[in-house]
Structure formats: C-alpha cells, structure tokens
C-alpha cells in the first residue's frame, strides 16, 4: 500500500553548502527511504529528480507536463499485518491553547456533614422498597431505570 500526493518541493533542504554546478555535487547523495538524500540513479538532472526525507519519496518534476510540480509517495512500514499509519484527523482544542504546566488541585476538600448535606440524598434510598419507589425517587431525576427483559 502506498500513499501518494502532491506537495511542495524540500530538495532545498538537501542542497550542500558548497559553490558548484555539478549536479553530482549539488546535493547529499544515497538517497533511499532508510537515508535521507538524492537517488542519483535514478534521477535525470533535466527531467527529474528523486530524493528521500524522513522515509518519503520525493519526485520533483524539472520538464514535460507537469513541470514545477512535487509528488511524494510514502510506503508504511509495519510489522505483520500492521501498518505504521493512522489516518485519523487531528483535533486541538482551542480551550487548551497557552497550557504550559500542570493544572493546580487543590485536595484538602472538606464536608462537613451538618451543614452540606452531600450524601443525605443517598441514605435516604433505605425507604425504596420496590422499583416502582426507586423509578419514582425523588421526581425520576436521580436514576435512569433500563428493563432488560
């Protein structure tokens, strides 16, 4: 399986820093998807070059039709019937923007029962007898009664 696209040209990034109109001198050489470089072999100085960042193929197109456009295929490479790619969208929260550390808690929470009575609700289920009192308890609004018959 191969994912293929189009995308703008990196060979930039491959260009030595030397003064030279070699092509063979141009850029790093050994290009493969284990290392990052131009394919010589493979490549025609005039009509094409094929290089290699980061595991992606590169195409750029020199001349012909599609002149000036940059095609990238890239092969995952799993393990067994695994691939290493996920297509799935990702999602930034915008309310999560500038979070630098941590959130603070604060746990030293305490209740005191005579004047927040949190749990009272719950100890008076000791009057439910039946399920028409628990469907009935306190107006329907604290359970959700689902019949699995």
């Known amino acids: 399986m191969e994912i293929t696209g189009t995308s703008i040209s990196r060979l930039s990034e491959l260009r030595k820093y030397t003064i ?15 290392n990052d470089g131009v394919d010589y072999g493979n490549s025609i100085e005039t009509t094409r070059i094929i290089y290699y960042i980061g595991g992606i193929k590169y195409v750029d197109e020199i ?14 490479l799993g393990t067994g019937n695994t691939l290493n790619f996920i297509n799935v969208p990702y999602y930034k929260d915008p309310n999560k923007e500038n979070i630098i550390s941590e959130p603070k808690i ?15 609700n719950n100890y008076r289920l000791e009057y439910v007898k039946n399920l028409n009192d628990l469907n009935t308890y306190a107006g ?5 009664i689902v019949k699995n018959t």
């Not at 030279?20 to 284990?34: E, H, P, Q, S």
């Not at 604060?106 to 949190?118: G, K, T």
């Open 20 to 34: 030279t109109n070699v092509f063979l001198n141009k850029y790093v050489a050994n290009g493969d998807i284990n």
């Open 106 to 120: 604060n746990d030293d929470v305490f209740i005191i029962r005579q004047e927040l009575s949190a749990f009272e």
């Open 63 to 76: 001349s012909g039709e599609s002149s000036g456009m940059t095609y990238t295929v890239y092969t995952p």
């Open 140 to 144: 329907g609004n604290y359970f959700n």
